[in-house]
């Protein structure tokens, strides 16, 4: 009986793996490909030009991949920087003192994780 | 001698409490407080841009939202189908992933199991969830796409004799979306609910064993009880989450919503009224609209979830 329930539940997590690994092994696939044989059809291996294609792509100018990563890597950094030392802040001080509006800020900081941040976007534009 | 100074019983540093936090609440005011209050403020006002010549802004009251609700010539009320296709695609894809998140929490911390290669399931379900929600729909739009891989693989191997356009149709549309959102999100879900499950002392479960309960038995009445909380956290940051569905139908459909708008979420509809027209009073009160949606609904799960605990 174990060894059943143990093979179905196998089972599902090795579906659920080729689920989310499907689309990324066939992204990896296509782009070891050249733009001719990508024409030709559907390939379950993949092919020898993985480097070339990568090393096209970093050169084209009119993507510009470098900058555009360093662009991301800044506000990335800037963001998780900012974001864990407020947090961190905010801990601590409820923590570790006691004052008047602690349980208040608390509940205000929960119930903020309820509301929308989309939703007030046309603000930004 | 003299007079003793009143000794105080301990000193107050209640002061740098209020310095520690006060950082988040400048910051909230700031950029969520402000941009909300006036998108409400914007959205009693009549602005938007027609051609060349902008229009007001002139204060309307609650016209925008009159407009917003009124029926079109069809009959059909445009918000209405929006947040109804909203709901279908949020359904389609939080109910399965809720579940396949329970089950697999339960596959993981089952110590009957002991589950193999638990580090790499962990790692590859989460694996999704790492990537830009608009890179995976541009992923998935190429994949799907009518010169693409999977309509490839499914010529040669012989399932469909003709190109498969899977984006004309509502039904694969909304379920490629609904697949999409379920990939992303179910990893997560399951960390958390592991989290949930690890935190139920042990000793329950061993003595409910001890009694004689069934597997199924313990799961419902041992261990849902005790993950309620968390589970009420899932659905509703699920909730918002799903109300708030933007990039991934928009970068899939082209921000149109193909066929026939019946992919179109609320917030897709927001983004259009901010396209050329630039209609900010018709955008707030859609916004605000969304707003207080997500409030009733989520303080209705919360409700609803607590209450059946009580019980």
């Known amino acids: 009986m174990l060894f059943l329930t143990r093979a179905v539940v196998y089972a599902i997590l090795i579906f659920l793996s080729v689920l989310c690994l499907f689309s990324f092994y066939l992204l990896i696939v296509n782009a070891s490909r050249t733009n001719a044989d990508l024409q030709g059809g559907f390939r379950l291996l993949p092919q020898g030009n993985f480097l070339t294609n990568l090393k096209n792509a970093w050169n084209d100018a009119s993507i510009n991949i470098p900058q555009g990563m360093l662009n991301s890597f800044i506000v990335a950094a800037c963001t998780s920087l900012l974001t864990t030392y407020f947090s961190a802040l905010t801990a601590y001080g409820l923590h570790a003192y006691d004052f008047k509006l602690k349980k208040a800020a608390f509940t205000f900081i929960m119930a903020v994780f309820v509301i929308t941040n989309q939703g007030s976007f046309p603000a930004f534009v | 001698m003299g007079k003793q100074p009143i000794r105080r019983k301990g000193v107050s540093y209640a002061k740098w409490g209020y310095i520690f936090i006060a950082p988040f609440f400048i910051a909230y005011a700031i950029f969520h407080l402000a941009p909300q209050v006036l998108t409400i403020y914007n959205s009693f006002f009549e602005n938007y ?222 983004n259009n009224y901010l396209g050329t027209s630039k209609n900010y009073g018709m955008a707030g009160a859609i916004s605000v609209v969304v707003f207080i949606l997500t409030g009733l609904l989520s303080v209705l799960v919360f409700k609803s979830l607590t209450r059946q605990r009580e019980q």
């Not at chain 2, 010549?53 to 009159?66: C, D, E, H, R, S």
């Not at chain 2, 809720?98 to 089950?103: D, F, G, R």
């Not at chain 2, 040669?156 to 609904?178: E, M, N, P, Y």
């Open chain 2, 49 to 270: 841009r027609e051609g060349l010549t902008q229009v007001g802004p002139n204060f309307v009251g609650l016209k925008n939202y009159v407009t917003l609700f009124t029926p079109d010539a069809n009959g059909g009320i445009d918000i209405l189908k929006y947040a109804g296709n909203t709901v279908a695609l949020w359904l389609g894809g939080a109910v399965p992933q809720i579940i396949i998140a329970l089950l697999l929490a339960i596959f993981f911390t089952s110590y009957r199991l002991r589950i193999k290669g638990q580090a790499f399931f962990k790692a590859v379900i989460y694996l999704p969830n790492l990537i830009m929600a608009s890179a995976f729909s541009m992923l998935f739009y190429t994949l799907f796409s009518n010169v693409g891989p999977v309509n490839q693989l499914l010529m040669q191997l012989g399932w469909s004799d003709h190109v498969i356009d899977f984006f004309a149709v509502k039904f694969t549309v909304r379920g490629l979306i609904c697949l999409m959102n379920f990939l992303m999100w179910f990893g997560n879900t399951t960390i958390l609910l592991m989290a949930g499950i690890m935190g139920i002392d042990q000793s329950l479960f061993e003595a409910s064993t001890i009694d004689g309960a069934s597997s199924l038995q313990t799961f419902f009445r041992v261990t849902l009880p005790l993950l309620t909380p968390i589970l009420v956290y899932t659905i509703i940051t699920a909730l918002i989450g799903g109300l708030q569905m933007f990039d991934v139908p928009q970068v899939l459909t082209n921000g149109l919503g193909t066929p026939n708008r019946s992919s179109t979420t609320l917030i897709m509809y927001l």
